[in-house]
């Protein structure tokens, strides 16, 4: 169940959105607000997984409020519903999932809840795959089984195509999370983000070959591969290995 507050100055919109919002089963609208100021108070107090804000308001527009919100650091989903396009830049600067443009139909607004429904459980999904890595684990895919590596096991980590692989001496194992996810959790000392589409573990790094422009290929033990570090990540490998 998605729990939403609703927040607008227009009566009309807010009843339009009740509207469309309780013909879905899983959301339950906990509020809905023609005063930023009370909303923000509800918001606080009640911490809901989505926040439909309107931008231009008195008293504090929804720009204001959604940095309150930021200041949270909940996990609120925040989606700005104006009638005005030009503040989509500083919406999405501020981490706002979406951006809808009155008169807003049904359709626009349940797109909006199922993406947010598949960011939910994206989440869901890498905090409980975050509990492997405390134990020094990862669940792979390899022929339709899950199987869990040692990541000490793991040479290096990369994409193939949109996929991303776990690689070890001999293998290659899908895995659910994305790069920049593996980079949070991770341990920085052991496992270095070196290029856009690879993160190495350094305890298996054979050679470091300096190339041009400060950037660096490695090169791995027992395998022939070589991988480029590039110059934004270059920094980070001389701080991590001190030369």
């Known amino acids: 169940m998605l729990r939403v ?11 339009q959105l009740e509207y469309i919002l309780h013909k879905d089963s899983q959301i339950e609208i906990i509020g809905s607000y023609t005063c930023s100021l009370e909303a923000l108070k509800q918001i606080q107090a009640n911490e809901p997984d ?3 804000l ?19 650091q909940k ?4 989606v700005f519903i104006t009638a005005y396009d030009e503040y989509a830049i500083e919406a999405f600067e501020l981490e706002a999932v979406d951006y809808i443009v ?8 349940n797109k909006t809840i199922n993406l947010i429904q598949k960011r939910m459980n994206d989440i869901h999904t890498f905090k409980q795959q975050k509990k492997f890595f405390e ?3 990862i669940p792979v ?11 000490n096991q793991i040479y290096y980590f990369t994409v193939d195509g949109k996929k991303a692989m776990a690689c070890t001496k001999n293998e290659s194992y899908l895995i659910n999370e994305t790069l920049g996810q593996l980079e949070e959790c991770l341990k920085k000392e052991v496992f270095l983000r070196c290029y856009k589409s690879f993160i190495v573990n350094i305890e298996h790094i054979d050679k470091i070959i300096p190339m041009f422009n400060q950037t660096y290929i490695i090169k791995l033990q027992d395998l022939a591969i070589e991988i480029p570090v590039s110059r934004h990540y270059s920094k980070q490998l001389k701080e991590l290995l001190n030369f």
């Open 50 to 52: 989505i926040v439909m």
């Open 102 to 109: 009155k008169p807003f139909s049904e359709k626009r607004v």
């Open 54 to 72: 309107d931008i231009e308001m008195p008293q504090k527009s929804g720009i204001e409020v959604a940095r309150k919100i930021l200041d949270m």
């Open 75 to 78: 996990d609120i989903f925040i």
């Open 135 to 137: 134990h020094n684990k």
């Open 5 to 15: 507050i609703l927040v607008d100055d227009e009566k009309l919109s807010l009843e």
């Open 141 to 151: 895919w390899k022929n339709n089984t899950i199987r869990l590596l040692d990541l």
